[in-house]
């Protein structure tokens, strides 16, 4: 099973927007400060979820990890991401800083894969009025 990492979406604030960019190739490569050690596991079909205000509202698939020389933390690296943004079901998170590891268990489901049932009935009335599902 493939584990997934969690990362703050600094400067883009709506899924719209990552989307646009997605779609002109750009924000496919995302540096870090520090190599994750379990890069395989991620490699493997993985996913990076995006945190916006607050909340998870998408993610991209992983598509490899490369190292991209020494930093004042330890290795740097740069994530290289498909350029289709998957929306999920909104799950709110705390702020964090870099990125963190995302057991597929916890993380948000899509929501293509969702039922209307499956979520509280102002949720899915509030994502149907934004055009999100």
């Not at 960019?21 to 994750?36: C, E, F, G, H, S």
């Not at 020389?69 to 964090?96: W, Y």
């Amino acid at each position: 099973m493939p584990l997934h990492i969690i990362k703050l979406c600094v400067g883009v604030a709506k899924v719209e927007t990552l989307e646009r960019r997605a779609a002109k190739n750009q924000w496919l490569i995302v540096p870090t400060r520090m190599t994750p050690k379990r890069a395989a596991e991620i490699e493997d079909g993985g996913s990076l979820y995006w945190v916006m205000k607050g909340s998870v509202v998408c993610r991209q698939r992983v598509l490899d990890i490369t190292p991209a020389g020494e930093g004042k933390t330890g290795a740097k690296c740069q994530i290289r991401l498909s350029n289709e943004v998957v929306r999920t079901a909104p799950q709110a998170r705390r702020p964090f800083q870099g990125w963190r590891y995302l057991e597929p268990k916890d993380a948000p489901p899509d929501l293509s894969t969702l039922d209307p049932g499956d979520l509280p009935e102002d949720l899915a009335k509030h994502l149907r009025a934004m055009g999100a599902w």
